[in-house]
């Protein structure tokens, strides 16, 4: 089997095509959504998913989420006395989902589809594939995330017509325009932006509180500081069902509380909603289609549950939008519904999918105009159905020239140096008189993003050649001395991890409280560990009691 992975900012996911449709596996606790945090334990001991999620709180030292951010860039995050890259820390996510897959499918997981921000660039992507190759899988394709979620819709919906996904989710926003048609779904066109989530939205709450109370982010360390971002994240949840929300915090060994209404929030949201109108615009001229045309509107991504969101949508198309597919799982179900395709799975016999590319690809060329300034020459526009090949031929500028350096870059803008630098392929011509040495230069981009660059001398026959990478990548030797330091870090048994996971919630529910209700957790905590250390079995019994004597103490995330 061919596995299906969403590999979230705030949650990941995994999954795998079989006879009965795409199905998804459950984590160790029994759920489907694994959150993206990784961590350290005090022993050093690498914590994933929800065991490292409340110690965000209590250990924000040892602790990082959101890193999908940094993804394709140098950043490291420190944890402990260890520095981590984004192609690290995600592959201790995939390392936790490919165990949770074997468990639960009872085979080895190797071959998986991945998804990303349909506007991630090449180096995103490739770091991506990175740290799938550092988890020990190999990535077989890249699939966009607006093209996941419209893989489950298209199966789940059997109409034909055109519609727009609409993929909100934790850090990360993408647009997609398809149109399904005899078993074809054929994206017109997408786009996005990688640095607006939902995440946002929770600095929106966070800058709120802070306002209120005249205070700023230097007024927290430690511990106050997750418990700000946690207070901040909740209030966001609850003013999706309530009118007004209330909030406790603490700063400097004060506590402050006050209430913030969805109006307020809304306010605040203002310019976050103008940044979601410009990639909609964006992809609705690309895709040469009105919003009449439009059969409808899918939103995906947990973030599109806010309800100014879902006005937004309604009120810019036209019409309600749809949320018949979960919007958690609608991407990972996609990713997993593509490994089936790649597979070719009989069940899945009549589907077609084609995807474009996210970003027009060119190279840098003189300005005729003024040769002492360069513009960027497309050769494969944005919203090009991948794969595509495109040549063009160019010429020498100067007398007596002897190499060309074909600069490739990836984006939008006409200045090159104001796009993304793919890379460089250098090719030698004959010395000549200016323009009399011409060069046919093709582009060849797949469906991984790949992007093939060939260039021939036209008088001589002459061929160069190259497959670009990203320049902040990880080299194949960097690649394979991380993949050999990951190898030594220790993992909690899987068998352990639910009582890893109660003992963080205790500790996370004792910086929150005070007083008697601080004693009884500490009391409670101390019994418990005390129990799993006689105990020789996992602790079953012993857990779920002291699961339910936390409940009562768990208010949104609120301090109390």
Do not use: C, W
Request: proline fraction near 3%; avoid cysteine.
């Amino acid at each position: 089997m061919i596995y299906g992975i969403d590999l979230g900012t705030t949650h990941s996911l995994i999954g795998a095509f079989q006879t009965q449709g795409a199905t998804l596996a459950p984590n160790v606790h029994g759920e489907l959504l694994t959150p993206s945090v990784v961590g350290l334990a005090d022993d050093g001991t690498l914590l994933v998913g929800k065991a490292a999620m409340d110690r965000l709180v209590t250990h924000p030292e040892r602790t990082v989420a959101s890193f999908k951010r940094f993804m394709g860039t140098a950043h490291e995050v420190q944890l402990a006395k260890t520095k981590f890259r984004s192609e690290e820390l995600s592959a201790f996510v995939l390392k936790s989902l490919k165990a949770d897959a074997e468990a639960h499918f009872g085979d080895v997981v190797r071959d998986v589809v991945i998804s990303v921000p349909a506007y991630f660039n090449e180096h995103q992507r490739k770091a991506t594939m990175n740290a799938g190759r550092l988890a020990g899988l190999d990535v077989r394709r890249i699939i966009n995330e607006p093209t996941a979620a419209a893989l489950a819709y298209g199966l789940d919906e059997q109409k034909e017509g055109k519609f727009l996904v609409f993929d909100l989710g934790g850090g990360t926003f993408d647009v997609s325009v398809l149109d399904k048609y005899e078993g074809v779904i054929e994206v017109r066109a997408t786009t996005g932006d990688t640095q607006l989530g939902g995440d946002n939205f929770t600095q929106v709450t966070e800058d709120l509180i802070l306002g209120r109370h005249g205070l700023s982010k230097v007024d927290f360390s430690g511990k106050d500081k997750g418990a700000l971002r946690r207070t901040s994240e909740a209030l966001k949840i609850e003013l999706g069902s309530s009118r007004v929300a209330s909030y406790s915090i603490t700063a400097a060994g004060r506590r402050h509380e006050g209430q913030v209404s969805r109006e307020e929030f809304e306010q605040g949201a203002d310019a976050l909603l103008r940044r979601l109108r410009r990639p909609l615009d964006r992809a609705m001229s690309d895709a040469r289609i009105s919003v009449e045309e439009l059969h409808s509107v899918i939103l995906v991504g947990g973030a599109t549950r806010m309800p100014m969101v879902r006005s937004l949508v309604a009120r810019l198309f036209g019409r309600m939008p749809l949320v018949n597919i979960n919007p958690d799982t609608a991407i990972a179900l996609g990713s997993s519904i593509q490994g089936g395709l790649i597979a070719r799975d009989a069940a899945l016999e009549d589907v077609v999918m084609t995807d474009v590319s996210p970003y027009t690809l060119g190279i840098a060329v003189v300005d005729p105009s003024d040769r002492s300034r360069q513009m960027m020459q497309p050769l494969i526009q944005r919203n090009s159905v991948v794969p595509i090949s495109r040549s063009e031929i160019f010429s020498t500028v100067n007398d007596d020239q002897s190499r060309v350096n074909l600069e490739v870059y990836q984006g939008e803008n006409l200045r090159p140096h104001d796009n993304i630098f793919i890379g460089e392929l250098v090719v030698h011509v004959p010395p000549n008189k200016a323009g009399a040495e011409g060069i046919s230069t093709r582009f060849t981009y797949d469906v991984n993003g790949a992007l093939e660059v060939e260039a021939k001398v036209i008088s001589s026959g002459s061929m160069s050649r190259a497959v670009f990478s990203s320049g902040l990548g990880l080299s194949e030797e960097e690649l394979n001395q991380r993949f050999a330091a990951l190898a030594e870090i220790k993992v909690h048994p899987r068998d352990r991890l639910p009582n890893q996971v109660l003992i963080a919630r205790a500790e996370r529910l004792y910086s929150e409280h005070l007083a008697e209700k601080r004693e009884f957790i500490r009391q409670r905590l101390l019994q418990f560990l005390g129990e799993l250390d006689s105990s020789r079995t996992n602790g079953e019994a012993e857990r779920l009691s002291f699961s339910q004597s936390l409940d009562p103490f768990e208010d949104r995330g609120f301090n109390t």
